[in-house]
């Protein structure tokens, strides 16, 4: 990896920090997406007293421990000059209960004493830190969603292909492994995967039937890319408990940055929510760990690797849409499926993925075009926009 690698969101992040002390700064996004390197990145930057300290940790920080740390910043503003601020970073913020309350009581305190510590805030559950900011927070917080890395990103840090991206993703922890393609694996399931279901989710949040969750996660991997049926998910499940149930598991996974169910595109919110999902990661290394196929035998499958090309497109969307308008959702009629389509407000664009080794009829777009006249739509693969020209590119460029 490039010495000190600054992600695309490094210039935003250090301009916020630069600005006077107007709102609490949180990066909100899933693990081992460099949070943490970016804010000592912007730390170093910035050249002002800093106090890290995160919440990481084998048993749960509480409140008292969160004064704790505010107090250890305050006393660093104290030691410079009244108007030289200091910073404070609070890593997994989200994991010390009550914190949101307490961090106002807090931030409060110090607006009302003019005191210049500045304070960044992460968390590695998107979901609960936003609703932990929204229910104590309001209007003293600015969140800088921070997704999976992109091809852009991987290609720039470790000079990988298009085609090691679509195959290990966007995780650069796991970036040195992949000449091991077995420690890489292992590394992507036990270090990410099963880190972020039992500290993430199980441990966070209400999960009843925690093996049927990771029975869920385990089963979109297998799909991603593919409309399954909450019915048929309740088949290919054991002790399943009913849709409610899955939906709601699928929101907290979604939520922890692993896999979505994206929504049918209908041109009404009330059919869009009573569609059936269609699985999507957010990092196609996900599938791949999971899977337990090599790179060498997946590329040389037309299927496999077609499948795998769709989903990196798809991760590709998400993740660039996060934190915008932009809806990422895909189209079916009967057996006529358009892969991806964006939406924000009435600009809409159908997105069909070709890897090249399928056929290039499209009978869901031509049905698209007839249902939804007008609307913009684009081949990516085969005869359209090469996939490395369409993963350099965030979603927004792309929407009519």
Same mark, same amino acid.
């Given at each position: 990896?490039?010495?000190?690698?600054? =992600?695309? #969101?490094?210039?935003?992040?250090l301009?916020r920090m630069?600005?006077?002390?107007?709102f609490?700064?949180?990066?909100a996004g899933?693990?081992?997406?460099?949070?943490?390197t970016?804010?000592?990145?912007?730390a170093?930057?910035?050249?002002?007293?800093?106090?890290y300290?995160?919440?990481?940790?084998?048993?749960?920080?509480?409140?008292?421990?969160? +004064?704790?740390?505010?107090d250890?910043?305050?006393?660093l503003t =104290?030691?410079?000059?009244?108007?030289?601020p200091?910073?404070?970073?609070?890593?997994e913020?989200q994991?010390?209960?009550g914190?949101?309350?307490?961090?106002?009581?807090?931030? /409060?305190?110090?607006?009302?004493?003019?005191?210049?510590?500045?304070?960044?805030?992460?968390?590695?559950?998107?979901?609960?830190?936003?609703?932990?900011?929204? @229910?104590?927070?309001?209007g003293?917080?600015?969140i800088?969603?921070?997704?999976?890395w992109a091809?852009? @990103?991987?290609?720039?840090?470790?000079?990988?292909?298009?085609?090691?991206?679509?195959?290990?993703?966007?995780?650069?922890g796991?970036?040195?492994?992949?000449?091991?393609? +077995?420690?890489?694996?292992?590394?992507i399931?036990?270090?990410l995967?099963?880190?972020?279901?039992?500290?993430?989710?199980l441990?966070?949040?209400?999960?009843?039937k925690?093996?049927?969750?990771?029975?869920?996660f385990?089963?979109?991997?297998?799909y991603?890319?593919?409309?399954?049926?909450?019915?048929?998910?309740?088949?290919?499940l054991?002790?399943?408990g009913?849709?409610?149930?899955l939906?709601?598991y699928?929101d907290?996974?979604?939520?922890?940055?692993? #896999?979505?169910?994206?929504?049918?595109?209908?041109?009404?919110?009330?059919?869009q929510?009573?569609?059936?999902?269609k699985?999507?990661?957010f +990092?196609?290394? #996900?599938m791949?760990?999971?899977?337990?196929?090599?790179?060498?035998r997946?590329?040389?499958?037309?299927?496999?690797?077609?499948?795998?090309?769709?989903?990196?497109?798809?991760?590709?969307?998400?993740?660039?849409?996060?934190?915008?308008?932009?809806?990422?959702?895909?189209?079916l009629d009967?057996?006529?499926?358009? /892969?991806?389509?964006?939406?924000?407000? @009435?600009?809409?664009?159908?997105?069909?993925?070709?890897?090249?080794?399928r056929?290039?009829?499209?009978?869901?777009?031509?049905?698209?075009?007839k249902?939804?006249p007008?609307? =913009?739509? #684009?081949?990516v693969?085969?005869?359209?926009?090469?996939l490395? /020209?369409?993963?350099?590119?965030?979603?927004?460029?792309?929407?009519?």
């Amino acid at each position: 990896m490039k010495a000190q690698y600054q =992600r695309q #969101l490094y210039p935003t992040l250090l301009k916020r920090m630069r600005e006077p002390r107007r709102f609490l700064q949180v990066l909100a996004g899933p693990r081992q997406v460099g949070k943490t390197t970016l804010a000592r990145q912007v730390a170093n930057e910035l050249d002002i007293p800093v106090h890290y300290a995160s919440a990481d940790e084998p048993t749960l920080q509480d409140r008292a421990w969160l +004064n704790q740390q505010w107090d250890i910043a305050r006393a660093l503003t =104290r030691q410079m000059p009244r108007t030289h601020p200091a910073l404070l970073i609070v890593d997994e913020v989200q994991k010390v209960p009550g914190w949101s309350e307490t961090i106002k009581r807090l931030w /409060d305190e110090d607006s009302a004493a003019a005191a210049p510590l500045r304070v960044l805030l992460s968390g590695s559950s998107p979901l609960l830190v936003q609703q932990g900011l929204t @229910e104590s927070l309001a209007g003293r917080f600015e969140i800088i969603p921070v997704p999976h890395w992109a091809y852009t @990103e991987m290609k720039a840090a470790f000079g990988w292909s298009v085609e090691q991206y679509v195959y290990f993703g966007g995780y650069p922890g796991a970036a040195a492994l992949i000449a091991d393609e +077995n420690r890489w694996r292992r590394y992507i399931v036990d270090a990410l995967i099963e880190t972020t279901i039992a500290r993430d989710i199980l441990l966070l949040s209400r999960v009843d039937k925690p093996a049927l969750l990771r029975r869920l996660f385990h089963l979109g991997c297998d799909y991603s890319g593919q409309v399954l049926s909450y019915q048929k998910m309740l088949g290919q499940l054991q002790d399943a408990g009913n849709t409610v149930t899955l939906a709601h598991y699928l929101d907290l996974l979604k939520g922890a940055g692993l #896999l979505a169910g994206l929504s049918k595109y209908a041109g009404q919110k009330v059919r869009q929510r009573g569609s059936s999902p269609k699985f999507q990661v957010f +990092n196609t290394a #996900l599938m791949t760990a999971l899977a337990h196929t090599a790179f060498a035998r997946i590329h040389s499958e037309r299927d496999h690797w077609g499948r795998l090309v769709e989903s990196a497109v798809g991760a590709h969307l998400i993740n660039s849409t996060v934190g915008t308008e932009i809806e990422v959702q895909y189209w079916l009629d009967r057996n006529r499926e358009v /892969d991806y389509v964006l939406c924000a407000g @009435e600009s809409v664009t159908a997105i069909e993925v070709k890897s090249g080794r399928r056929e290039t009829m499209l009978p869901g777009m031509t049905a698209f075009a007839k249902a939804f006249p007008g609307k =913009r739509q #684009l081949l990516v693969g085969a005869q359209g926009i090469p996939l490395e /020209d369409f993963l350099t590119q965030p979603a927004a460029h792309w929407l009519a």
